[in-house]
């Protein structure tokens, strides 16, 4: 695991900070082909992403993204932003050459959506490539159901019914979030916790 791969992580939040988590630890667990290297944090205001960059672990800090996609010692872009900013970044840093991880909901639009597929297509010509943070799809209890499934255990699957119960934000004394501004968060619950529920009930059953 001697080649490195040198991340710039745009958002610093709680996605940023579980992703920050993940970069730095994961090796410990499994045997990667490459070392994750925490190389720039990127956010709006210089104080804050300063010492986020400090609490977490990231080498260096910056406030525009554009010029971070630029460098040349810049091998991967992750996307932890609010989902108005995703189509823009991710479809910048692929047609920089950068590999890209983007959180959900992938866009506020099917049309944004569209956009940043055909750039990964595009891309992925190039050994370019890029995904998307579906996190759930590691869980043990998924990936049983999943093989399951696969293997034929449970009969031929006609109909799935799936929920995703999450109800912090319905306190009323709950921060402020991106995810209550309409603008930013597009399709809403929707999209930001539906996308789980779509994704996995895909990922379980091979569909």
């Not at 080498?59 to 525009?64: L, M």
Request: charged share 25%; aromatic share 6%; proline share 4%.
């Amino acid at each position: 695991m001697s080649t490195p791969l040198r991340v710039a992580m745009v958002g610093h939040a709680f996605m940023g900070r579980a992703h920050s988590h993940a970069w730095r630890t994961a090796p410990r667990f499994f045997d990667l082909p490459l070392r994750p290297e925490l190389a720039v944090l990127v956010g709006r205001d210089a104080g804050r992403t300063a010492a986020a960059a400090e609490q977490l672990g990231w080498a260096e800090t910056a406030t525009d993204w554009h010029a971070v996609l630029e460098r040349d010692d810049v091998d991967l872009v992750d996307i932890c932003t609010p989902g108005d900013t995703h189509a823009e970044i991710a479809i910048a840093a692929l047609e920089a050459g950068k590999h890209v991880l983007c959180e959900k909901p992938l866009a506020n639009s099917v049309a944004e959506a569209e956009a940043m597929t055909a750039a990964a297509d595009r891309a992925a010509a190039r050994g370019v490539r890029a995904m998307v943070g579906f996190t759930y799809r590691r869980v043990p209890a998924i990936a049983l159901a999943r093989q399951l499934v696969a293997e034929g255990r449970l009969g031929t699957i006609r109909h799935v019914r799936a929920a995703y119960l999450q109800d912090w934000i319905a306190d009323p004394q709950a921060p402020m979030s991106w995810r209550l501004e309409a603008d930013k968060a597009g399709s809403g619950a929707l999209g930001d916790i539906g996308a789980h529920v779509v994704d996995l009930t895909q990922h379980i059953t091979g569909e």
